[in-house]
């Protein structure tokens, strides 16, 4: 018998991670607010890292459960619109797992040290105010990569539930009573 849905803690793992996305984005946009040094500003920096790093624990986990687990048969023939969908869903793995590391590297390299669980991580690069620039500039370009990335993802599902009519968004969604 074939899986028909993605197994539960896989949908945990997709809306939670959804989740941290949003959290991360939201505290990140609200850091602009505030005046630099303040302590709120400060504190919008600390969450988003936090989040970053759950994003980063969630993302791999999730990885785990779908080796685990395994993913319901693709619903769409359409050889293109397969390697789209494996395409796009690696894009989204890649970044979501790269951008903490690029965060990690350029506070690294402003000279500030990067706590992870209450530990402190070993400096994976120099000081160095060049590295810092340039590893910012492309975690906030990917970062923003990643929002149209999502969005897109999310216009495709909607697409596919209300034009193509098929059950793709649904086996994402929890449902009571349903077989597996």
Excluded at 44 to 64: A, P
Excluded at 85 to 107: E, N, Q, S
Aim: net charge positive; charged share 15%; proline share 6%.
């Amino acid at each position: 018998m074939t899986i028909q849905r993605y197994h539960p803690v896989l949908i945990f793992f997709h809306w939670f991670i959804f989740l941290l996305v949003v959290l991360a984005l939201a505290s990140i946009e609200l850091k602009g607010q505030f005046i630099k040094g303040s302590p709120p500003r400060e504190l919008c920096k600390t969450i988003h890292g936090y989040l970053g790093q759950l994003i980063f624990m969630s993302v791999v986990l999730r990885l785990f459960a779908k080796w685990y687990f395994g993913n319901p048969p693709s619903i769409d023939t359409n050889t293109l619109m397969n390697f789209l969908r494996k395409a796009m869903h690696t894009l989204l793995y890649c970044l979501l797992l790269l951008l903490p590391i690029l965060g990690v590297i350029f506070l690294q390299a402003g000279d500030k040290s990067v706590n992870w669980l209450g530990w402190d991580l070993p400096n994976l690069v120099p000081s160095n105010p060049d590295m810092k620039k340039t590893f910012k500039s492309a975690h906030e370009w990917l970062g923003n990569a990643l929002y149209y990335l999502i969005g897109l993802h999310a216009f495709s599902a909607i697409w596919q539930h209300y034009v193509l009519k098929n059950d793709t968004l649904q086996r994402m969604l929890y449902r009571r009573n349903s077989p597996s």
